[in-house]
């Protein structure tokens, strides 16, 4: 699919045919190819938890407001950005030293540390625009898959950060629900665009 028709293709699809399937080699490959999504020094600070079995389900349903796409959707996946993806544990600093040479990567690891993790405001947004452009990658994989999807944030992101035992520096960024359109329903039409002239200033 050229990647401009992924973009004017796709929908948010309210609704999900229950019946048609996302197989977990699907899912890999979705999750897989949004995973070469840019990141700040390649840092990937980022996961997903696919949600699939009923009881899973009934459990994120209970903190997301009760959408009822989450039942409907083979899988809903959770997107997680991790608040201190920067620091020294991260494995993608060993493949930086290997690739640089350690002195050279202990400066990159300082000068991370101090750009994402010197205040509490640096920290949310390194960890809220790594994986926010890493959802759209997955929203856009999906569609060149085949599989339709549909971004929520109107959830409960703390209940679900309990409910599915998220590290204390892991924050629910997104949910996303992955299968295919049930085309016995409407979606509403698609919703315009706010104007170039509203969003672009060129200076
Ligand atoms: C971060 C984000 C959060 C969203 N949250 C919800 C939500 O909780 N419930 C919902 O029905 N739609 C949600 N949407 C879908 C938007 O309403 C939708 O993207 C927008 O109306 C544009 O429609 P389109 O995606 O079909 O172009 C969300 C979209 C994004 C990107």
């Known amino acids: 699919m050229l990647l401009r028709d992924a973009f004017t293709e796709r929908r948010s699809v309210n609704f999900f045919n229950p019946e048609k399937e996302v197989t977990d080699q699907t899912l890999k490959e979705i999750v897989e190819l949004a995973g070469l999504a840019p990141s700040a020094f390649n840092l990937q600070p980022w996961r997903v938890i696919a949600v699939r079995s009923e009881a899973q389900k009934e459990l994120l349903s209970e903190n997301a407001n009760k959408q009822p796409k989450i039942k409907e959707a083979p899988v809903t996946l959770i997107v997680v950005g991790d608040r201190e993806g920067y620091r020294p544990e991260n494995s993608v600093w060993a493949e930086l030293k290997a690739m640089i040479g350690d002195e050279?990567?202990?400066?990159?690891?300082d000068a991370a540390g101090f750009l994402y993790g010197s205040s509490e405001e640096r920290k949310i947004k390194f960890a809220e625009s790594n994986a926010g452009l890493y959802a759209m990658s997955i929203m856009l994989a999906a569609k060149d898959l085949g599989v339709d999807s549909h971004a929520m944030s109107g959830v409960?992101?703390?209940?679900?950060?309990?409910?599915?035992?998220?590290?204390?520096?892991?924050?629910v960024v997104m949910l996303i629900g992955l299968g295919h359109y049930d085309?016995?329903?409407?979606l509403y039409p698609r919703r315009t665009r706010r104007s170039l002239e509203e969003v672009l200033e060129i200076v």
């Open 104 to 109: 050279q990567a202990q400066g990159a690891i």
């Open 156 to 171: 409960d992101f703390e209940g679900i950060k309990k409910a599915f035992n998220l590290n204390a520096s892991e924050e």
């Open 183 to 186: 085309e016995t329903k409407a």
